[in-house]
């Protein structure tokens, strides 16, 4: 089974703009959560979507938002980028068959630089 | 608001020692916990987990125990090898699937 996929890899961008980052999950995977990760912070959760829609949602200001697609695709979109939005976005999959809970699977993640 | 805490940035152990790695937690809700190991430029991988109906787990040289009235949790690894260098990372969720994880213990193993 291919793993978790996430697109692109690197991607520079200056402040005030915006960004789209994807991410497919492991086939056959129905979860999708996003998480940013800083120095010192650790994982931040932002979202999880489930069956295209949004299950679960942490402490983020609402220029981050997300979707998932029918295929369990997700894309994570930041608009007016700020500098402290700098941060590896982490994606991850898990099965979410009913049974609490799931192991996530990570992709290698997106690396964000915002100058 | 830092509901899983992880007190230590970094721990450094000689090859062949036990690695202890700790964690703890604020939300009573939480009922399952996993450590997640990330090497850099890759994602966390899925280490080991808990149910919080359990006070330990065994998986080969990796054991997490669960102290649910303390609220804490450890890892712990032995031997440890070079190749555990890594970050750690503790999560915890409740059954919504919410899940969160602490800020992450870099591991070192020195030969």
Same mark, same amino acid.
């Given at each position: 089974k291919a793993g978790v996929t996430q697109t692109p890899r690197y991607l520079i961008k200056t402040r005030g703009q915006q960004v789209t980052l994807s991410c497919s999950p492991i086939s056959g995977h129905r979860s999708v959560s996003w998480y940013q990760q800083t120095p010192g912070q650790g994982l931040q959760f932002?979202?999880? #979507?489930?069956?295209?829609?949004?299950? +679960?949602?942490? +402490?983020?200001?609402?220029?981050?938002?997300?979707?998932?697609?029918?295929?369990?695709?997700?894309?994570?979109?930041?608009?007016?980028?700020?500098l402290g939005d700098s941060a590896l #976005?982490?994606?991850?999959?898990?099965?979410?068959?009913?049974?609490?809970?799931?192991?996530?699977?990570?992709g290698p993640g997106t690396r964000l630089t915002v100058l | 608001d830092q509901?899983?805490?992880?007190?230590?940035?970094? %721990?450094?152990?000689?090859?062949?020692?036990?690695?202890? %790695?700790?964690?703890?937690?604020?939300?009573?809700m939480f009922d399952y916990f996993l450590w997640y190991k990330k090497y850099p430029a890759e994602?966390? $991988? =899925? %280490?080991?987990?808990?149910?919080?109906?359990?006070?330990?787990?065994?998986?080969?040289?990796f054991t997490v125990f669960l102290n649910k009235?303390?609220?804490?949790?450890? %890892?712990?690894?032995?031997?440890?090898?070079?190749?555990?260098?890594?970050?750690y990372f503790c999560a915890a969720s409740a059954s919504n699937n919410?899940?969160? =994880?602490g800020a992450? $213990?870099?591991? $070192?193993?020195?030969?």
């Open positions: 932002l979202f999880e #979507y489930f069956s295209e829609t949004q299950r +679960n949602k942490g +402490n983020f200001p609402g220029r981050f938002s997300g979707r998932q697609f029918s295929n369990s695709r997700s894309e994570m979109n930041v608009s007016t980028l700020e #976005y982490l994606c991850a999959s898990s099965s979410s068959t009913g049974v609490p809970p799931d192991t996530q699977y990570f | 509901q899983v805490k992880q007190n230590s940035p970094s %721990l450094s152990v000689q090859e062949g020692r036990i690695s202890i %790695l700790n964690c703890d937690y604020t939300n009573s994602g966390p $991988t =899925f %280490l080991i987990s808990i149910s919080s109906i359990k006070d330990k787990n065994e998986d080969g040289r009235s303390a609220k804490h949790l450890s %890892l712990h690894i032995v031997p440890s090898q070079p190749g555990d260098s890594a970050v919410d899940m969160r =994880f992450g $213990t870099r591991l $070192t193993v020195k030969p």
